[in-house]
C-alpha cells in the first residue's frame, strides 16, 4: 500500500464472512417465523437499553433479527443489518480499548436471574476458530426471566464482569456486568435475545402477524409492528441504514482493519513520515461511495478523494487517505478530516475530527 498524494486505500469485510462465523448459530427457518402473537401483556412489557452508552455516539447496533424465513436476509426495515437466522439485536461499542475501559450492560426490565455464565476468555473467534466456541456460542453471558412468558438472554460479555448470580431479582438498568468479546463473536459487543413463550421476539417490530415474516418477498419497506421499547428511548434506537464507528489520524503507513478495532492508534506529531487520515463504518450498501478530505492550519486541503462505489453490501469498511511528511516538515497546528458516505446522490453519513500536531 503507497500512502503517496492523497492515494486512498480502502479495507473491508463482507456479510458472507458474517454468515461464515454464525453458521453454527443458525436455527430452522421455520423457528423465525413462530414469532410471538401480540398479547395484552406485550404493553405491559417494554425495554430499557442494555448498555451504558450513547446510541450513535459510543455504540450503534450493528445487526437486527433476521425477519426472512428462508436463506436470505432481512432487517425489520427490509434493510441488510442482519444475516441469516440472527436472533437478537448486536449492540456494538466502538474498539477493543473501549471494552478494556469497561462498558456496563444493563437489565432492559426487572425480573428474575435464571442462568449465569462467566469463564470464557475474551478473544475473537477468528483466533480460536468456531470449534472452540461450539456448545458456547454465547460466551459470557445471562438469562433474566421477567414473568408471563417473557424473557431476555445477554451474550458475550467480559470475562469476570458478571455481578448478578442465579436466583437474584434485578430491576431495569442495574448493571449484570460488561461488554466483552466471549463466545462466538469477532468485535465487542452484546447480543440481546427476547423472547416470548420460547419464541423469538423482534424488540424493534413485535410482529403479530406470522404471515409477514413468510420471506423475503413480504418485505418491500418496513414490517409493521409493535415497539418494545421504552418511548423515552425510541428516539435514540431509530433505524439507520449504516454507521460510522471509528475516525481519526494516524502515523501509520501500513494501517490495518485490527489497529483501529484495537483503539491503541495515537494522534501523530510534527515528526510523523505520513499522516493518514481514517475511517470506518458498518452496514454500508452497493454501489455508496465514501470520502475522505483532510485539511492542515490555515485550510490547505491535503486530500481530498472519493473511493470507487462499493462493488457489494459490506458488513464493515474502512478506508485511510494520506500525505509524505513535506520536506519542511508538517507544520504545527490544527489538522480536520471529514469522513462521509454518499447514497444514491445524498450524503447518509458524515463524521468531521480533527488532531493537534506538536
Same mark, same amino acid.
Given at each position: 500500500?503507497r500512502?503517496?498524494?492523497g492515494h486512498?486505500?480502502?479495507?473491508s469485510?463482507?456479510?458472507a464472512?458474517?454468515?461464515?462465523?454464525?453458521?453454527?448459530?443458525?436455527?430452522?427457518?421455520?423457528?423465525?417465523l413462530?414469532?410471538?402473537?401480540?398479547?395484552?401483556?406485550?404493553a405491559?412489557?417494554e425495554?430499557?437499553l442494555?448498555?451504558?452508552?450513547?446510541?450513535?455516539?459510543?455504540c450503534?447496533?450493528?445487526?437486527?433479527?433476521?425477519r426472512?424465513g428462508?436463506?436470505g436476509?432481512?432487517?425489520?426495515?427490509?434493510?441488510s443489518?442482519?444475516?441469516?437466522?440472527?436472533?437478537?439485536?448486536?449492540?456494538?461499542?466502538p474498539?477493543?480499548?473501549?471494552?478494556?475501559?469497561?462498558?456496563d450492560?444493563l437489565?432492559?426490565?426487572? /425480573?428474575k436471574? %435464571?442462568?449465569?455464565? #462467566?469463564?470464557?476468555? $475474551?478473544?475473537?473467534?477468528?483466533?480460536?476458530?468456531?470449534? =472452540? *466456541?461450539?456448545?458456547?456460542?454465547?460466551?459470557?453471558?445471562?438469562?433474566i426471566?421477567?414473568g408471563?412468558?417473557?424473557?431476555?438472554?445477554?451474550?458475550?460479555?467480559?470475562?469476570?464482569s458478571?455481578?448478578?448470580?442465579?436466583?437474584?431479582?434485578?430491576?431495569?438498568?442495574?448493571?449484570?456486568?460488561?461488554?466483552?468479546?466471549?463466545?462466538?463473536?469477532?468485535?465487542?459487543?452484546?447480543?440481546?435475545?427476547?423472547?416470548k413463550?420460547?419464541?423469538?421476539?423482534?424488540?424493534?417490530?413485535?410482529?403479530?402477524?406470522?404471515?409477514?415474516m413468510?420471506?423475503?418477498?413480504?418485505?418491500?419497506d418496513?414490517i409493521? /409492528?409493535?415497539? %418494545?421499547?421504552?418511548? #423515552?428511548?425510541q428516539? $435514540?434506537?431509530?433505524?439507520?441504514?449504516?454507521?460510522?464507528? =471509528? *475516525?481519526?489520524f494516524?502515523?501509520?503507513?501500513?494501517?490495518?482493519?485490527?489497529?483501529?478495532?484495537?483503539?491503541?492508534?495515537?494522534?501523530p506529531?510534527?515528526?510523523?513520515?505520513?499522516?493518514?487520515?481514517y475511517?470506518?463504518?458498518?452496514?454500508?450498501?452497493?454501489?455508496?461511495?465514501?470520502?475522505?478530505r483532510?485539511?492542515?492550519?490555515?485550510?490547505?486541503?491535503?486530500?481530498?478523494?472519493?473511493v470507487?462505489p462499493l462493488?457489494?453490501?459490506?458488513?464493515?469498511?474502512?478506508?485511510?487517505?494520506g500525505?509524505?511528511?513535506?520536506?519542511?516538515?508538517?507544520?504545527?497546528?490544527r489538522?480536520?478530516?471529514?469522513?462521509?458516505?454518499?447514497?444514491?446522490?445524498?450524503t447518509?453519513?458524515?463524521?468531521?475530527?480533527?488532531a493537534?500536531l506538536e
Open positions: 500500500m500512502v503517496l498524494h486512498l486505500s480502502v479495507a469485510s463482507s456479510r464472512v458474517q454468515a461464515l462465523t454464525a453458521r453454527r448459530l443458525r436455527t430452522p427457518a421455520l423457528a423465525l413462530l414469532l410471538a402473537p401480540l398479547t395484552a401483556s406485550a405491559a412489557f425495554l430499557e442494555p448498555l451504558a452508552c450513547t446510541p450513535g455516539t459510543d450503534v447496533i450493528q445487526h437486527y433479527v433476521d426472512d428462508t436463506s436476509a432481512h432487517d425489520y426495515h427490509c434493510g443489518l442482519t444475516y441469516d437466522a440472527h436472533k437478537g439485536t448486536d449492540f456494538r461499542i474498539t477493543l480499548e473501549a471494552m478494556r475501559e469497561g462498558v450492560v437489565a432492559v426490565a426487572p /425480573g436471574v %435464571l442462568r449465569v455464565r #462467566d469463564k470464557m476468555d $475474551d478473544v475473537s473467534v477468528r483466533r480460536i476458530g468456531v470449534k =472452540n *466456541v461450539k456448545g458456547s456460542e454465547c460466551g459470557n453471558g445471562l438469562v426471566d421477567h408471563e412468558g417473557w424473557q431476555t438472554q445477554y451474550c458475550h460479555m467480559r470475562l469476570g458478571i455481578v448478578v448470580r442465579p436466583g437474584e431479582h434485578v430491576e431495569a438498568g442495574a448493571v449484570l456486568g460488561q461488554v466483552g468479546l466471549s463466545g462466538q463473536t469477532e468485535f465487542p459487543h452484546v447480543h440481546l435475545q427476547v423472547t413463550d420460547g419464541t423469538i421476539v423482534d424488540p424493534f417490530s413485535y410482529q403479530p402477524d406470522v404471515a409477514a413468510e420471506g423475503a418477498a413480504a418485505c418491500q418496513e409493521a /409492528g409493535t415497539s %418494545l421499547w421504552a418511548k #423515552d428511548v428516539a $435514540d434506537l431509530a433505524y439507520s441504514a449504516g454507521s460510522i464507528l =471509528n *475516525v481519526g494516524s502515523d501509520r503507513a501500513d494501517l490495518k482493519m485490527v489497529d483501529i478495532e484495537g483503539g491503541m492508534l495515537h494522534d506529531d510534527t515528526s510523523a513520515p505520513v499522516l493518514i487520515a475511517g470506518r463504518a458498518i452496514g454500508l450498501l452497493k454501489d455508496d461511495i465514501q470520502h475522505m483532510m485539511t492542515a492550519p490555515g485550510g490547505q486541503v491535503l486530500v481530498d478523494q472519493a470507487e462493488k457489494a453490501n459490506k458488513a464493515q469498511v474502512f478506508v485511510f487517505a500525505r509524505k511528511r513535506p520536506s519542511q516538515g508538517w507544520p504545527a497546528g489538522y480536520e478530516g471529514v469522513y462521509s458516505v454518499e447514497r444514491d446522490g445524498e447518509i453519513l458524515e463524521k468531521p475530527f480533527s493537534t
